[in-house]
C-alpha cells in the first residue's frame, strides 16, 4: 500500500511544475526579455529578468580567451541551457537580440549544460553597455576548440537586450 501511494504521490508531483511553474516580476532594471514562443511568462510580451532574478536560476563561471578581449577573462553569468530549462523551451531556435539591434540565430541544441553563459560578469565587476554589457553571450572558447569558429563568434552577442524564442 505505502508503495502505491508513494508512486502515486511522485506521478502527481512530477506533473505539478508542467504547469505551475510561474516567473515573478523583475524587482530591478530589465536586463533581458525573452519573447514569441516562451511558454513561461511573467509580462505581455514575455518573460522579463533582472539581474537577482538571472542569478537565481544559478550561476555558471568560467575563465576563457575571447576574440574581443587581451588574454583570458573570467565570464560569470547564467547558463543558456538553464534559462531555456527555467522557461521550459523544448523546441524551435533563438534569436539573440543586442541593443543596437545586431542579431544572431542560435541553435537550441547550442543550449547544453557545458555551453554557453549569458555573463554579466567580467574579472568580478559587472559589465556596463561600454564594455560589452551588461550581458554577452560568452562560449567557453578554451575548454571546448570547436567553439573557436566564424559561426560561434558571430552568436556570441554582446550588449544582448532580448532573446525570441523562434517556432
Given at each position: 500500500m505505502f508503495r502505491w501511494v508513494a508512486c502515486c504521490a511522485f506521478l502527481l508531483l512530477k506533473t505539478v511544475p508542467a504547469f505551475a511553474i510561474s516567473l515573478e516580476?523583475?524587482?530591478g532594471p530589465v536586463l533581458l526579455t525573452v519573447t514569441g514562443a516562451v511558454p513561461v511568462t511573467n509580462a505581455p510580451?514575455?518573460?522579463?529578468?533582472?539581474?537577482?532574478?538571472?542569478?537565481?536560476?544559478?550561476?555558471?563561471?568560467?575563465?576563457?580567451?575571447?576574440?574581443w578581449t587581451e588574454g583570458a577573462q573570467r565570464f560569470t553569468g547564467v547558463s543558456l541551457h538553464d534559462l531555456i530549462q527555467a522557461l521550459q523551451?523544448?523546441?524551435?531556435?533563438?534569436?539573440?537580440?543586442?541593443?543596437?539591434e545586431y542579431s544572431a540565430e542560435i541553435p537550441l541544441e547550442d543550449a547544453v549544460p557545458e555551453g554557453p553563459i549569458?555573463?554579466?560578469?567580467?574579472?568580478?565587476?559587472?559589465?556596463?553597455?561600454?564594455?560589452?554589457?551588461?550581458?554577452?553571450?560568452?562560449y567557453p572558447f578554451d575548454d571546448y576548440p570547436e567553439y573557436?569558429?566564424?559561426?560561434?563568434?558571430?552568436?556570441?552577442?554582446?550588449?544582448?537586450?532580448?532573446?525570441?524564442?523562434e517556432p
Amino acid at each position: 500500500m505505502f508503495r502505491w501511494v508513494a508512486c502515486c504521490a511522485f506521478l502527481l508531483l512530477k506533473t505539478v511544475p508542467a504547469f505551475a511553474i510561474s516567473l515573478e516580476a523583475p524587482q530591478g532594471p530589465v536586463l533581458l526579455t525573452v519573447t514569441g514562443a516562451v511558454p513561461v511568462t511573467n509580462a505581455p510580451e514575455g518573460a522579463q529578468f533582472d539581474l537577482h532574478m538571472l542569478e537565481s536560476i544559478g550561476t555558471t563561471t568560467f575563465t576563457t580567451a575571447t576574440i574581443w578581449t587581451e588574454g583570458a577573462q573570467r565570464f560569470t553569468g547564467v547558463s543558456l541551457h538553464d534559462l531555456i530549462q527555467a522557461l521550459q523551451v523544448t523546441e524551435g531556435s533563438l534569436r539573440a537580440v543586442a541593443i543596437n539591434e545586431y542579431s544572431a540565430e542560435i541553435p537550441l541544441e547550442d543550449a547544453v549544460p557545458e555551453g554557453p553563459i549569458i555573463a554579466w560578469a567580467r574579472n568580478g565587476s559587472l559589465m556596463s553597455v561600454r564594455d560589452k554589457g551588461p550581458l554577452w553571450i560568452v562560449y567557453p572558447f578554451d575548454d571546448y576548440p570547436e567553439y573557436r569558429s566564424e559561426i560561434i563568434f558571430a552568436r556570441s552577442i554582446w550588449q544582448l537586450s532580448r532573446i525570441v524564442i523562434e517556432p
